[in-house]
């Protein structure tokens, strides 16, 4: 019973989770499934993960019925037994002795030693003793389940390199792994929690990657670093290029220790970081990522993770230097504010600034920037580099920047260019422009402005003309605003639209700038009918969007947000939501036209490669162009595009995608 118990029970939890992995995904991810008309795809995907459940369960429950039925006749069949041992005992003493056995006759005859009460009091003992190992049974499929619960996790932690040591009957398990033969995992040995490791009284900030080689435990095959090797002095401000995928953001989870090199070493101050207490490293760094993640808590809450004890004055303060404040008071409840699931409340660029006050309420030696102004408009993000830069204008913070938005990062102190695994180049910004054909001088063209190219509005948008984040339409439908009013339920009391009038013609292009928080992604959810207008009208080829059959109308819009989100499977898949009866071939057209098809290729597991949780497996820019990819890919009348990279722009008005 414990076996098949505890098989039904990890089982049941593997199914669970996979249910509630698709149930959260869903939900946390509702704008992307609407815009894809994939909420059909996903109520699918519901009922059969909860079918396999309710079938695994019930294949479980005969056997469970039967261990169950058997302790029961064990009970009944011991009755028996009992009973009839008893009963032979008696008359057999009775039968030898003339003994009396009920023990009521007094002197006159001996009482026999076995009696009546003492045969009913076995048999009341045994009653309750099998009462009480039901409830023994009760707290021991407790802990077969809590057992079952921890070992993934226990695994995971306690996982070596053998793959031939890991055994499991599930035959849809076994498939996926066998597709999946690249995810042998190398052995845990970085712990957090961990109090070994040196603890050095100071920190003078110099870092220095030496013939590093790396690449991801689920794609050994792929090196992403191949012998590089970079000195950063204390102090400093370097600044990574290159191309999208090619290991800079790489260079920073490697240097927070999520990762080991698989060769080479990372060293800070000379010591191998291997070789100090994991906890002490990364409270000396701060790290403001790509895609800042905030908690489901107050803006003051969010921030105060930053640094524990942080008083009201500290948030406050960080909050200026990071061009907060000024938007977080002109929320109702200002700093108690909830951000909602993974700050869904805020635009992006209120949520870099926030994430930006955190890192600046921890004060650490060393900052890492991974695009960390890219969802800033002009004005925020100057404000926020003159604070950067004047925290690091004293020579004693070292900070290492990723920034695909390269105006960003001309006072670099050395700019280093990584391709293919290794440092190419390494300079200042003038110093680079001055050697003829340099990658980093190819980098700086391709990210100025054509004029002939319709994309080319967009693109000086947000970059050339730096008039701020962008937020584009275009396509062959009329869109327009009438008079539009709109707040936000949640925030009844700040209006966002006061009398918006806007039309989109039907072929043009259409770039929106303004300040962060403004409206802008607001209008693209509004074009989406995420939300529809207090007052006014939205109106599509002259029929208001409240008339219009609503999934018709989405199939006839391309859409990529600030954030794109992808699911926990297949890249070919990813691309795939986007029209569901895409073949093979239509998948990898739309790929190449969003200039993904080369980088998708170079996986082992090619358009079968899991791009996993968050899409974890993937760069940011590897996830935005295949999104643009899905977005293509059912050839829509109307492409939006919230914020999306100028760097992947270009590279679709390259790739000759239609009604751009």
């Avoid at 008309?37 to 056997?63: G, P, Q, R």
Wanted: with cysteine.
């Amino acid at each position: 019973m414990m076996t098949v118990t505890t098989k039904q029970t990890e089982r049941k939890n593997k199914d669970y989770a996979e249910t509630g992995g698709i149930v959260y995904t869903t939900i946390s991810a509702i704008r992307t499934v609407f815009s894809l008309n994939a909420s059909e795809t996903m109520i699918v995907k519901f009922k059969t993960a909860t079918k396999k459940a309710y079938d695994n369960t019930v294949s479980f429950s005969y056997l469970v019925g039967f261990g169950s039925g058997m302790m029961m006749a064990s009970f009944l069949v011991s009755y028996i037994i009992l009973t009839l041992y008893g009963s032979y005992l008696l008359y057999d003493e009775v039968g030898k002795t003339g003994c009396d056995p009920s023990n009521t006759l007094g002197d006159t005859n001996t009482p026999c030693r076995t009696i009546g009460t003492e045969v009913f009091g076995a048999l009341m003992g045994i009653s309750f003793g099998a009462m009480g190992l039901a409830q023994i049974s009760n707290a021991l499929e407790a802990f077969v389940g809590a057992r079952a619960a921890c070992h993934p996790a226990l695994a995971a932690i306690h996982r070596t390199v053998e793959a031939d040591e890991i055994k499991d009957t599930d035959v849809e398990a076994a498939v996926a792994e066998a597709r999946r033969s690249d995810m042998v995992l190398p052995k845990y040995v970085i712990d957090s929690s961990s109090e070994e490791g040196k603890k050095p009284n100071s920190i003078d900030g110099v870092i220095e990657f030496k013939d590093l080689s790396f690449a991801y435990p689920t794609r050994p095959d792929t090196l992403v670093f191949n012998g590089l090797s970079l000195k950063i002095e204390s102090g400093k401000t370097v600044a990574l290029v290159g191309p999208s995928g090619g290991g800079k953001s790489t260079v920073v989870a490697m240097l927070e220790r999520f990762y080991d090199p698989t060769a080479g070493s990372i060293t800070l101050d000379g010591t191998d970081i291997r070789d100090i207490n994991v906890q002490w490293l990364r409270d000396h760094i701060g790290l403001v990522a790509q895609e800042p993640i905030l908690f489901a808590r107050t803006i003051k809450e969010n921030i105060a993770y930053g640094m524990k004890g942080a008083t009201d004055e500290d948030i406050i303060r960080v909050a200026k230097s990071a061009n907060a404040h000024d938007f977080i008071s002109q929320f109702p409840n200002g700093y108690q504010t909830q951000v909602g699931d993974k700050g869904a409340q805020l635009s992006g660029g209120q949520k870099q600034r926030i994430a930006i006050a955190r890192v600046l309420l921890k004060n650490p030696k060393i900052l890492l920037l991974d695009e960390a102004t890219s969802a800033l408009d002009s004005e925020s993000e100057y404000v926020v580099q003159e604070a950067l830069d004047h925290l690091l204008g004293g020579g004693n913070r070292t900070t290492i920047v990723i920034a695909h938005r390269l105006s960003t990062i001309r006072n670099a102190d050395m700019i280093a260019v990584v391709k293919n695994g290794r440092i190419v180049e390494t300079g200042t910004h003038d110093e680079l422009l001055a050697i003829n054909g340099s990658e980093y001088g190819k980098l700086v063209e391709a990210q100025a402005p054509t004029k002939s190219n319709p994309a080319s509005i967009i693109s000086s948008a947000d970059i050339a003309n730096d008039d701020g984040a962008a937020a584009a339409v275009s396509g062959v439908g009329q869109i327009t605003f009438r008079d539009v009013h709109f707040n936000y339920p949640t925030r009844p009391n700040i209006k966002i639209f006061k009398g918006l009038n806007l039309n989109i013609q039907t072929g043009e292009t259409l770039a929106i700038v303004g300040p962060s928080g403004g409206g802008k992604s607001t209008i693209v959810q509004m074009i989406e009918r995420f939300y529809d207008p207090l007052e006014g009208s939205i109106m599509y080829e002259g029929t208001d969007l409240k008339e219009l059959n609503i999934k018709w109308y989405r199939d006839q819009i391309g859409f990529v947000s600030q954030e794109p989100t992808l699911f926990n499977t297949t890249i070919g898949d990813n691309i795939k939501y986007g029209y569901p009866n895409a073949t093979q071939e239509e998948i990898e057209e739309a790929a190449r036209r969003a200039n993904a098809h080369n980088f998708i290729m170079k996986f082992p597991n090619g358009y079968n490669t899991e791009v996993g949780e968050n899409a974890g497996q993937i760069s940011g820019g590897q996830k935005q162009r295949i999104a643009i990819a899905r977005a293509i890919i059912k050839k829509p009348k109307i492409l939006v595009l919230d914020e999306v990279r100028k760097f992947f722009t270009l590279f679709i008005s390259k790739s000759q995608v239609p009604y751009m």
